[in-house]
């Protein structure tokens, strides 16, 4: 027998290892790319396109119901038609997604009415069976191919098929449930439109075409999603509209490959331009007059089916800060308006960051009246400022997070409820001081007046950072947070657009409406960055009350 440590040499020898490192991954390479797991689910690939329809229409139905494992919806329907009723037809339809009844019925009362005038009715061919018959419905098409059949079936057509016919006549019959058109809850007005999106796609672009009466709002259908194959609409008006934006809209789009698509929040996922950023990149609305504003604005808008969440892009950050009740009012309150919102989000980003850093740093910056109230106030709390806001932050998040998923009749009631007793306990107990209960609410309260519920989470997570800043360097660490929080709003980019655009880079002309809104008549112009379109909004920037006085003087 050898000796066992020469074995033992022989293998702890590195180029040894590495050989079989290689070998082993090498091996498990080859079982995973073998695997039938790791080939992507395409039923319509796995379907061969060269399949025809054959004559006979056993034949077909059977394999239609093979390829849908004879699931118990589909429903097939035979009738005879013909002279003499010698030739068999069926009608095939999915229940539940389809309006076939109504398909059903205008085959029936038109096959009656022939035989009641004794005509034979000699069906020569595909052309003459759509003009006689299928008149109801709302497109109608031939197909010489199963795997357009079984498609136009999934998608809640009704499909004819007549024996001897080497096609299927694919009937427009979609079923389209929807809950109605109601007031986005989400995004409440004051004054304006009480409609919003729905679920369905068909819905939502004529609420747009309804506000748009323009050839040239245009708009392209494209289908994403292996299994869900979930319609994806992009609208524009051409002419406005960069057509760089448009072409890169499109080419992300195309390039997603996923197997299902259930909302708009898994495209936004794939077509925004950073990952890795707290900021949304791509706006999202529920309000029809919004994206028919984004629209006339030079933006593209994207309408899923399913969902009534709508993307525009390109986006920018003053959208987010800015409501679609700002273009209904007055110049004059939308401009005050907007002036309490930038306020607002000052505090909900920087309120208890301040704090910490007064209280613990900096407590000269105080009056001696106010610093001894706080300081009297604290006697007694065991925990640091930072912990004890850090504390008072997560309860109040965890509290708004159950007062959205609990049910609406008692969500509400559960949150302030839980936020006064919780508060209330809490000081009784010491464990908080009132200064800091107040400074949390004023926080929170301040990140309700943000019209976008996407950026508001984001400064909502923006003000931990500054937080920690601020309990570990003070003034420097907010200052600090801000600069790197400005650098990094400077260098996103959304479609190719600044995502800071309005504040940087600079156009007066954009000025008109970021801060503060001018009146509607001195807004003549579109944004800058579509000036390489059609940028002339209106046919004159003069004071319309100007004009009617000038005219009263000639007159005279």
């Known amino acids: 027998m050898g ?25 498990r390479h080859s079982n995973y790319t073998s695997s039938p797991v790791e080939k992507p689910h395409r039923w319509w690939e796995e379907v061969d396109t060269e399949i025809k329809v054959d004559i006979s229409i056993k034949t077909n139905i059977d394999w239609i119901a093979n390829r849908l494992g004879n699931s118990t919806d589909l429903t097939i329907r ?153 319609d994806v609409a992009i609208m524009y008006l051409n002419g406005i509209a960069s057509q760089k934006v448009i072409d ?52 593209v808008a994207i309408l899923v089916d399913g969902t009534p969440f709508v993307l525009i892009a390109p986006a920018m950050l003053i959208q987010f800060l800015q409501a679609s009740e700002d273009h209904y009012q007055r110049w004059d309150f939308a401009t005050f308006i907007r002036l309490i919102r930038y306020v607002s989000l000052g505090i909900t980003m920087l309120a208890p960051a301040l704090y910490i850093a007064i209280t613990t740093f900096h407590q000269e910056v105080l009056p001696t009246q106010l610093l001894m109230s706080l300081a009297a106030a604290r006697e007694g709390v065991p925990f640091p400022v930072f912990v004890e806001a850090v504390l008072m932050e997560i309860t109040f998040e965890i509290l708004r997070e159950a007062g959205v998923r609990m049910p609406k009749t008692i969500g509400q009631a559960v949150s302030i409820v839980g936020t006064l007793v919780i508060g209330q306990a809490a000081v009784e107990a010491g464990l908080v001081s009132p200064a800091m209960v107040i400074v ?83 807004m003549f112009t579109r944004p800058s960055y579509i000036k390489d379109r059609n940028f002339t909004r209106m046919g004159s920037d003069k004071d319309p009350s100007l004009k009617k006085e000038s005219e009263e003087n000639s007159n005279s």
């Open 3 to 27: 000796n066992p440590n020469s074995a033992n040499r022989y293998y702890k020898r590195p180029q040894v290892r590495r050989d079989i490192i290689k070998l082993f991954n090498k091996q």
């Open 78 to 230: 035979y009738f005879k038609m013909g002279e003499k009723d010698s030739r068999s037809a069926a009608v095939l339809f999915l229940e539940g997604i389809s309006d076939a009844p109504k398909m059903l019925e205008s085959i029936v009362t038109a096959v009656r009415d022939h035989a009641n005038q004794e005509l034979h009715w000699l069906v020569v061919d595909g052309e003459d069976f759509m003009d006689r018959l299928i008149l109801p419905a709302g497109s109608v098409k031939r197909a010489d191919n199963m795997t357009a059949i079984l498609k136009a079936i999934l998608f809640g057509d009704t499909v004819i098929l007549l024996e001897g016919w080497e096609y299927g006549v694919l009937a427009g019959s979609r079923k389209l449930e929807d809950r109605g058109i109601e007031e986005p809850s989400n995004e409440p007005v004051v004054r304006g439109p009480r409609d919003g999106f729905n679920e369905t796609l068909r819905t939502n672009t004529s609420l747009i075409r309804r506000r748009i009466k323009d050839p040239n709002l245009w708009m392209e259908t494209i289908q994403i999603g292996r299994s869900t194959r979930t």
């Open 248 to 299: 890169e809209v499109r080419k992300r789009l195309k390039a997603i490959d996923v197997d299902g698509i259930l909302e708009s929040g898994y495209i936004e996922e794939f077509i925004q331009d950073k990952t890795f950023t707290l900021f949304p990149l791509i706006y999202t609305t529920e309000r029809p007059d919004v994206v028919a504003a984004e629209l006339l604005e030079g933006r």
């Open 440 to 522: 949390v609410a004023i926080t929170a309260i301040s990140n309700f007046v943000l019209p976008s519920y996407s950026i508001a989470i984001s400064f909502r997570m923006l003000r931990f950072f500054m937080m920690i800043l601020a309990g570990s360097l003070g003034f420097f660490g907010i200052l600090l947070g801000l600069l790197a929080a400005v650098f990094h709003l400077c260098g996103l980019v959304s479609f190719g657009l600044p995502y800071m655009s309005g504040f940087a880079p600079f156009h007066l002309n954009d000025q008109k409406d970021v801060i503060l809104r001018v009146p509607r008549w001195a």
